[in-house]
């Protein structure tokens, strides 16, 4: 069975010995059949709940500056940004090489640097040096660039919802055996049998414990972050 919506609400027909949908009727599904679709998203954002950094939901973004803007949004789709990522892209016609951005808090950034928003000569703009993360979904840039350089940071989005039949979670395929189960647990409590929905929700969190402790519960190294003068 293919690895997409519609393979997994067939999945959970197969648990329920209820009729397969097919390419052609899954956009028109009524009663049940639409349920079973709400569950497995349901269950699909249960797991996306669970933690802040899956690793399937980890993207690299490239934003291209504007020379003279210090404030950019964050993606829509951001759930959490890495500030620790954020760097300057090597580009060689523009004569940069790759350099990490150090943190400043907002409070820091607006101590030291608030006028430099507003402040239209050119001469104060350079390579950004330091980025720092607003109260609105924003960061900021100092100093001002004064070229279109490319910066480089990662986040971890939110996950989506599927829609069509040929839609493909973000989890890895291994997993969806996880998903599954979560969708059993709103089915169940769909057709009102609390005792099997109470069995599939302990294999749906045992699940999700097994995949905290592949992808989240780890430390390869300590690393020692004190700075030293």
């Not at 620790?84 to 790759?98: A, E, W």
């Not at 924003?138 to 069509?164: Q, R, S």
């Not at 069995?199 to 300590?222: A, C, M, P, Q």
């Given at each position: 069975?293919?690895?997409?919506?519609?393979?997994?609400?067939?999945?959970?027909?197969?648990?329920?010995?209820?009729?397969?949908?097919?390419?052609?009727?899954?956009?028109?599904?009524?009663?049940?059949?639409?349920?079973?679709?709400?569950?497995?998203?349901?269950?699909?954002?249960?797991?996306?709940?669970?933690?802040?950094?899956?690793?399937?939901?980890?993207?690299?973004?490239?934003?291209?500056?504007?020379?003279?803007?210090?404030?950019?949004?964050?993606?829509?789709?951001?759930?959490?940004?890495?500030?620790?990522?954020?760097?300057?892209?090597?580009?060689?016609?523009?004569?940069?090489?790759?350099?990490?951005?150090?943190?400043?808090s907002?409070?820091?950034?607006?101590?030291?640097?608030?006028d430099?928003?507003?402040?239209?000569?050119?001469?104060?703009?350079?390579?950004?040096?330091?980025?720092?993360?607003?109260?609105?979904?924003?960061?900021?840039?100092?100093?001002?660039?004064?070229?279109?350089?490319?910066?480089?940071?990662?986040?971890?989005?939110?996950?989506?919802?599927?829609?069509?039949?040929?839609?493909?979670?973000?989890?890895?395929?291994?997993y969806?055996?996880?998903?599954?189960?979560?969708?059993?647990?709103?089915?169940?409590?769909?057709?009102?049998?609390?005792?099997?929905?109470?069995?599939?929700?302990?294999?749906?969190?045992?699940?999700?414990?097994?995949?905290?402790?592949?992808?989240?519960?780890?430390?390869?190294?300590?690393r020692?972050?004190?700075?030293?003068?």
């Open positions: 069975m293919a690895y997409d919506y519609l393979g997994l609400v067939n999945d959970v027909n197969r648990r329920l010995n209820e009729v397969e949908l097919t390419s052609g009727n899954f956009s028109t599904t009524t009663g049940y059949y639409s349920f079973a679709k709400d569950a497995v998203n349901a269950a699909i954002r249960h797991i996306q709940h669970e933690e802040f950094e899956w690793p399937w939901n980890h993207v690299e973004e490239i934003e291209a500056l504007v020379p003279g803007t210090v404030r950019y949004g964050f993606p829509y789709d951001a759930k959490t940004i890495n500030m620790n990522t954020f760097r300057i892209k090597r580009d060689n016609s523009l004569n940069v090489t790759t350099k990490k951005l150090k943190i400043l907002y409070e820091e950034y607006l101590d030291k640097y608030a430099l928003e507003y402040d239209t000569n050119t001469s104060n703009r350079s390579v950004p040096t330091h980025v720092a993360r607003t109260p609105s979904r924003e960061f900021m840039l100092y100093p001002n660039p004064d070229k279109a350089y490319e910066l480089i940071y990662e986040y971890y989005t939110t996950g989506f919802d599927l829609e069509n039949a040929t839609d493909v979670p973000n989890l890895p395929e291994q969806k055996y996880v998903i599954v189960d979560g969708a059993m647990y709103y089915v169940y409590q769909f057709r009102g049998d609390l005792q099997a929905a109470q069995l599939s929700l302990s294999k749906f969190e045992d699940g999700i414990k097994y995949l905290r402790s592949i992808h989240i519960n780890r430390t390869d190294y300590l020692d972050t004190r700075v030293h003068y």
